[in-house]
């Protein structure tokens, strides 16, 4: 599947803040949220509605519900875990699922140290959720390790993703609908996104 690149001027705006090397953690952090919910906005498009009577101070009228427990979230920890307050800005009541993966510098890929999902996650409609694809090793691994667990229907929220990263995960998951809010130019030899962020875990947990 083609990815979605969401487009707006206020994301253009946060994004150029974001990437500034001069923006401090505090910021950053927000920044990061505020996206988040950006992209949470759009690939909650499609979400199905369930019809329900509700009584205004002036009449009864039907309105539509979402089923928040239809979603589980996936961060893939570190620096994913900085958009769940983003998304539980929009879903409160959305379920988190948290998959620990870190890049092997040398070799740049993904080595997996934690995996816990809530029950039923294989009925669930589920977002992983990462600031950065850049290879897309990450992303490719946590999404092989839930459609080995019975997940049916994934969609992939990112920040920031590199061309080579969003081909990549297209071969190896083309049912995967991934959600970006841009599309940079390369990545350099260490595997950083070229002009990208630096690293998005670094910047949100203050561990430059
Ligand atoms: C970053 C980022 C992704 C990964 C992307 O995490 O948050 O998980 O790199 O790179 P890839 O597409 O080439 O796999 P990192 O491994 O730096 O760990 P961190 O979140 O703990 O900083
Ligand atoms: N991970 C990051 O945090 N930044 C990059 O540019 C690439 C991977």
Known sequence: MKPIKVEHPLIEHKLAILRDK????????????????FLCYEAMKDA???EVEIETPVAKTK???????????????????????GIVTMIPNAKIGHI????DEKTLKP????????????????IVIDPMLATGGSGIDAITLLK?????????LSIIA????????????????????????????????VPGLGDAGDRIFGTV
């Open 22 to 37: 001069k923006t401090g953690t505090k910021e950053f952090r927000e920044l990061i949220s505020e996206i988040t919910l």
């Open 48 to 50: 199905k509605l369930t």
């Open 63 to 85: 309105a539509h519900v979402i089923d928040e427990n239809d979603y589980v979230f996936v961060p893939i920890i570190r620096a994913g875990t900085g958009m769940i307050d």
């Open 100 to 103: 620990g993966l870190y890049r």
């Open 111 to 126: 080595v997996r140290y934690y995996y816990k999902m809530p029950k039923g996650i294989e009925n669930k409609q589920v």
């Open 148 to 156: 080995e667990d019975g997940v049916k229907n994934i969609k992939f």
């Open 162 to 193: 590199a061309p080579e990263g969003l081909m990549r995960i297209e071969e190896v998951h083309p049912d995967v609908q991934v959600y970006c809010a841009a599309i940079d130019d390369h990545l350099n030899d260490v595997g950083y996104i």
